[in-house]
């Protein structure tokens, strides 16, 4: 008999299949989903208590999907907001040719993020470029691949580095948008209250956030864009300057209430003040220089003058 040959056959070691590989794949069901979000419930809830415990006390929320980033080291350390997350192991750092099986952001795409994309990253999480803004031309994009490379619709950052400017936002800000529009806006929360100003973020771009979340799909989500953007341009071409005297508009002074029974009456009384004939005009002028002009009137009141002054 062979050596062996009697022996029972067991599972093979070495390459083991993880537990949340099983059920990030069964996420695909819409019942799944519902359980999902009440994953991300359950986090929200934690990250709320563990603010009102003691530092230190309580742990990090978990997110429950994974959340990682290329770190091209361009950004200063203490600023990044990646590298804060990362230090409060909400999120893992990829080495430049790993591939992330997930959504991954960035400008390489050619579809915008939607709510389409709710299931692959509820089952494979979301990964960004922490790059510099300054450094795009230099940054090699396309060793840093993904299953699923996609770009975010136009938003407005809120961090104090490009506080105000369209689509420079940060790495929270870019996982915050992807969680929102895909529909789990706990998990956004979760991520920006970490950040002082994190709050902003989603008050700047509420409207936005919340009519992209209503799209269907990708398409969807640029028509909206669209949308926004040519209402825009339509505001700027309406704005004019109140102090720009070639405009041909008449203003009014902003700090003070127009009261239009005010301004009629003001305007009846200025014309029956400036209708007037010439003969009452030349009339009034000649009375008033011929009295000034009169020597013989102030000589007959000069006695008077006299009288007065002896007694």
């Not at 591939?99 to 050619?110: C, R, T």
């Not at 956030?209 to 953007?229: N, P, R, S, T, W």
Request: charged share 30%.
């Amino acid at each position: 008999m062979k050596r062996g040959a009697g022996r029972s056959v067991g599972p093979k070691r070495g390459r083991r299949v993880p537990p949340s590989a099983g059920a990030s794949t069964s996420r695909r069901d819409p019942h799944c989903l519902d359980a999902f979000a009440e994953e991300t419930e359950a986090a929200l809830r934690a990250c709320l208590e563990g603010e009102r415990g003691a530092e230190g006390c309580v742990p990090e929320a978990k997110i429950p999907c994974p959340l990682a980033m290329w770190e091209l080291g361009h950004c200063d350390p203490k600023k990044c907001t990646g590298r804060k997350l990362a230090r409060k192991g909400l999120l893992r750092n990829l080495r430049l040719s790993q591939k992330f099986p997930g959504v991954v952001l960035s400008p390489l795409a050619a579809v915008c993020v939607s709510p389409a994309d709710r299931h692959i990253i509820a089952q494979n999480g979301v990964a960004v470029i922490d790059c510099s803004w300054a450094k795009l031309e230099e940054t090699p994009f396309k060793k840093m691949r993904g299953g699923h490379l996609r770009l975010l619709p136009y938003l407005v950052a809120a961090n104090p580095i490009n506080y105000g400017r369209p689509c420079k936002l940060s790495c929270v800000e870019a996982f915050a948008a992807a969680f929102c529009i895909v529909g789990f806006p706990d998990l956004a929360t979760i991520l920006l209250r970490k950040f002082k100003w994190g709050k902003t973020f989603i008050e700047l771009n509420k409207n936005l956030l919340e009519k992209y979340a209503a799209c269907q799909c990708h398409e969807e989500v640029l028509g909206v864009e669209k949308d926004f953007l040519a209402g825009v341009e339509e505001i700027k071409e309406e704005e004019i300057d109140p102090f720009d005297v070639d405009s041909g508009k008449e203003f009014c002074n902003p700090n003070r209430p127009i009261n239009s029974s005010r301004i009629t009456q003001s305007n009846e009384e200025s014309e029956e003040d400036s209708v007037s004939t010439p003969d009452d005009s030349s009339e009034s002028s000649d009375e008033n220089s011929s009295e000034d002009d009169d020597p013989g009137k102030f000589l007959q009141e000069q006695p008077i003058i006299n009288q007065l002054s002896e007694k």
